[in-house]
């Protein structure tokens, strides 16, 4: 890489993770010259999300077949959570097809609910130390979804896109037909929302 002019060293591990990913060994650089302006986004880096105060959470969840119902796993944020949800990954590693909707709503609904939270994927807390604001509900509904925006129908399937879940929002994941179970893996990130993210 040649010499880097005006270097400044500094003990740092932002700094050091810097030199880490530019492949250099020597010192703490805090400048790297006129002609190399390197771009690295930090805040992508999971290991680093505590940094702007987001965590990371998963969970498997099932919801049981139940006679002439649609078997359903809700995804809530509650209302008052302060919380901005967004769903990175939904899939699933068996079961039938569900579709999925966003909706209003800061509860689950249904009957024979069963509710749950998410774990912290960062091994950096005590397991069970730290859990999700999402709240994850199996239960059962007596209709489908409305208005369809993904549907799952093979493990094959790609997931879907993101989904990002404000106060009293709940994503539905549903069955496609009454009498099936279904099952997901889903892994999510959540943090304070700044005033003006919200509408």
Known sequence: MGDVPNELR??????????????????YVDRLGDTLTPT?????????????????????VTSAAVVARFSSIQLINPAGSGQLIVVDRIDFPSGNPFNIELTGGGAPTGANIVTTRGESNDGRHALGGLQSILTLSSADTPAGVANVQWQMQAVTDRPPPPFILVESETLFLIAAAVNQAIAVNVSWRERSFFPTEVR
């Open 40 to 60: 690295i986004d930090v805040w992508e880096r999971p290991e680093w999300a505590h940094l702007r105060g987001e965590h990371r959470y998963s969970r498997n």
């Open 10 to 27: 500094r003990a740092g591990r932002i700094t050091t993770a810097f030199l880490n990913a530019l492949g250099m060994t020597e010192g």
